[in-house]
């Protein structure tokens, strides 16, 4: 009578059997060992124990691909474009921050430049209005014998008030002199060589007067302005001569103007250079819009161009408002400085008004940026 062999009967089967046949279980993960028992382990067979990293079809192992780790390959390009979003995404958060009008003026009136620009905006309006009143009630249609007692008044209380805070505005403008002559101070130690190792580098200190005499023209020349402002204020308080206030105060002037000359070209300078800049940009965006790419299909670069162009625009604005507040500085000074008679209150007044008002626009607009780039 024929027997029948099983796949788990081992004996009598032949070495294609097998082969063919796997075993239906792992024993040595089925099965654990007591540890307080007194028989050792058996030792697993090494047709059950087999590599875990190969897979065994039919006697045969095939590689797993899944084990092998390939290197990552990283666009160049995808992580600048992704580094220009990033950059997007933060000017869209400074921007979209709003800032209130009275968090701006409290954090100006904290400082004494902010309260100088204010206590100016008060004096000339206050300067602007008695010139208005008095060229008014000296016409003949409003001209009378007598004026009111009142009125008389009011006008005195006003012109005193414009002459205290000018006073005060010399006041706050003390010391002023520190900001340049900490700029000539930040440049009199010098490192003596680049050449020399980090280890062996030594710092040399400048003489104070060389360090003076190499200074820029426009920073020895604000320190020169600001002590002699200085001078004049402390002359006015009584600490010093009142002639060498008034020598002061003129050559003061002298200061103002020459600074007020070297503002305007630096600022001619700057506005060409940023013409020319405008004027590639520009070239660019035409050239780009002759390809025929539309809104949709625009490329990086035109994006690019167009911040760029929207960023030179609003330089050259503020370099405008710059210009301006610089022509009503010359004039202002050239009445005093020149002696010029003829228009003088009327000059003076709408000058010095119109400076006031852009000054503060400049530094409004500074303090509102500082804001809005704070960390929430």
């Known amino acids: 009578m024929s027997s029948m062999s099983f796949p788990s009967e081992h004996h009598g089967s032949s070495s294609h059997e097998q082969t063919f ?8 993960a089925s099965f654990q060992m007591n540890p307080l028992s007194a028989h050792p382990p058996r030792t697993p067979r090494s047709s059950i124990v087999a590599n875990k990293s190969a897979v065994h079809v039919y006697g045969q192992a095939f590689h797993d691909p899944a084990d092998d780790t390939e290197p990552l390959v990283v666009d160049k390009e995808d992580v600048r474009e992704t580094e220009e979003d990033e950059e997007e995404e933060d000017k869209s958060k400074v921007e979209g921050v709003r800032v209130r009008k009275e968090e701006v003026w409290r954090d100006l009136f904290l400082t004494s430049n902010g309260r100088d620009k204010a206590f100016k905006l008060i004096q000339y309006s206050i300067r602007l209005y008695l010139l208005f009143h008095t ?4 016409t003949r249609l409003l001209r009378r014998p007598t004026r009111p007692q009142w009125e008389a008044e009011l006008v005195k209380r006003l012109s005193s008030t414009a002459s205290g805070l000018s006073f005060t505005r010399k006041l706050l403008l003390l010391f002023n002199w520190l900001g340049p002559l900490t700029t000539i101070t930040a440049q009199q130690s010098v490192p003596y060589s680049t050449e020399v190792s980090v280890e062996k580098s030594k710092k040399t200190t400048r003489p104070f007067l060389h360090t003076v005499l190499y200074a820029p023209p426009p920073v020895l020349l604000e320190l020169v302005h600001s002590v002699a402002d200085d001078v004049a204020t402390l002359s006015l308080l009584g600490l010093l001569g009142k002639k060498l206030g008034d020598r002061a105060g003129r050559f003061s002037d002298w200061c103002w103007l020459l600074a007020t000359l070297v503002g305007l070209v630096e600022n001619g300078v700057e506005r060409q250079m940023i013409g020319n800049l405008q004027q590639q940009v ?12 539309t809104a949709k299909s625009r490329p990086k670069d035109t994006q690019i161009d167009e911040r760029e162009l929207s960023r030179l625009r609003k330089q050259d604005y503020w370099l405008q408002i710059t210009r301006a507040k610089y022509i009503m500085d010359l004039i202002f000074v ?6 010029i008679q003829r ?3 009327p000059a003076k007044t709408l000058a010095g008004l119109a400076a006031a008002i ?9 303090q509102r940026n500082i804001i809005r780039k704070k960390p929430m």
Do not use: C, N, Q, V
């Not at 046949?21 to 040595?28: E, G, I, K, L, V």
């Not at 060229?135 to 000296?138: C, E, N, P, R």
């Not at 852009?358 to 500074?366: E, I, Q, R, V």
């Open 282 to 293: 520009e070239s660019r965006l035409y050239a780009e819009s002759m390809t025929g790419a």
């Open 21 to 28: 046949y796997s075993p239906p279980f792992d024993a040595s």
């Open 135 to 138: 060229s008014i009630s000296t």
């Open 343 to 345: 228009f003088r209150e």
């Open 334 to 339: 050239s009445y005093d400085l020149f002696r």
């Open 358 to 366: 852009l000054s503060s626009m400049k530094l409004y607009h500074g």
